[in-house]
């Protein structure tokens, strides 16, 4: 079996190629992952994990134990007698974890693992549902486990999902999404408050699919697609972006409409924002790729702003040499 690198919101791990991502939610701290294949269901949870007053694993496993039988007695329509066939310690990602397995259906197994990631501070669930053969679930689940890593080193983190792979520094929150078919976007934000002062970042990374059919006019002149189809959106959702310059650039082997842009905004409060797009057409993946960067610092008027342009060109420059768009 073939398996794919899987990164999100600080998790890297190897997955069965033919397994998508169905379900996630919430950012670094505290969410939610689900992926299916065939047979095959893998649930992935996380909150914050407070080393001062931990929570017995046990205690998670019982309240999961808990909700897993509501959920089969709701579909059952009746009251069933959830089987836990085993439970021992084992080790995950170099972390001691609590390892159970739950027999719902005589041909159904779900194995769970919980543990405490010391080091991202976050107690974390994995939920397997298997109806594949004992020993291909056991493969399976022992190349997922061994490959997985719950804390990564350095101060970026690696995004790989949706046939896309990028960097993100690790205070950059995911915050707003939509993965659809013709249109994906994700969001990430990071602010910092100080007396007087508040700082923060944005970054969007955006595709558009199938762009030589739905986009058959545009996709070849990609700043007309832009000014045509993206920018007024683009506003609505970033009320103080402005872009005044355009240029073309060559990156990631790509023409790219590189813009930039300053923008001054308030009155008591004054705000400095400076913004980048990059846009262009991946011919191998066929989609049109737009990547927005905002970088923000709001005073009061009678304080002086700076935009911190070292760390800005930094995260762009690690963020740019990481992404693979096809
Ligand atoms: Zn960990
Ligand atoms: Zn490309």
């Not at 350095?154 to 993965?179: V, Y």
């Not at 650039?249 to 923008?263: E, F, M, P």
């Not at 004054?270 to 191998?284: A, G, V």
Request: with cysteine; proline share 3%; net charge positive.
């Amino acid at each position: 079996m073939k398996f794919k690198e899987l990164g999100w919101n600080g998790f890297f791990l190897e997955i069965p190629e033919e397994m998508r991502l169905t379900t996630e939610g919430g950012n670094i701290n505290s969410g939610y992952l689900k992926f299916e294949m065939e047979n095959f269901i893998m649930e992935v949870r996380w909150d914050p994990f407070d080393p001062k007053k931990p929570k017995p694993l046990a205690e998670i496993a019982d309240s999961f134990i808990k909700t897993a039988k509501k959920t089969y007695e709701k579909k059952a329509k009746k009251k069933i007698d959830l089987k836990i066939e085993s439970v021992r310690s084992t080790s995950v990602s170099s972390h001691n974890a609590y390892f159970m397995v739950l027999k719902p259906e005589t041909n159904m197994e779900e194995q769970v693992y919980i543990w405490n990631c010391d080091r991202d501070k976050r107690a974390i669930l994995i939920h397997f549902i298997s109806l594949l053969p004992r020993e291909e679930s056991e493969n399976i689940i022992g190349h997922i486990l061994s490959s997985l890593k719950c804390h990564l080193e350095g101060e970026f983190i690696s995004w790989a999902a949706l046939n896309l792979r990028f960097n993100t520094p690790r205070s950059f929150m995911l915050s707003e999404r939509r993965i659809a078919v013709g249109k994906t976007y994700l969001t990430f934000d990071e602010q910092k408050f100080s007396t007087f002062t508040n700082r923060g970042r944005r970054l969007i990374i955006e595709y558009f699919s199938m762009a030589n059919v739905i986009f058959e006019d545009t996709y070849k002149d990609v700043d007309s697609w832009f000014q045509k189809n993206y920018w007024k959106d683009l506003k609505k959702r970033c009320k103080d972006i402005a872009l005044q310059t355009t240029e073309e650039r060559k990156i990631l082997r790509h023409n790219v409409v590189y813009k930039h842009g300053i923008k001054n905004s308030g009155l008591f409060t004054r705000r400095t924002t400076m913004c980048e797009n990059l846009t262009w057409y991946c011919s191998k993946s066929n989609r049109i790729y737009s990547l927005t960067y905002m970088s923000y610092i709001g005073r009061p008027f009678f304080l002086k702003r700076k935009l911190d342009e070292e760390t800005d060109k930094k995260i762009m420059q690690e963020f740019l040499s990481s992404f693979r768009c096809h």
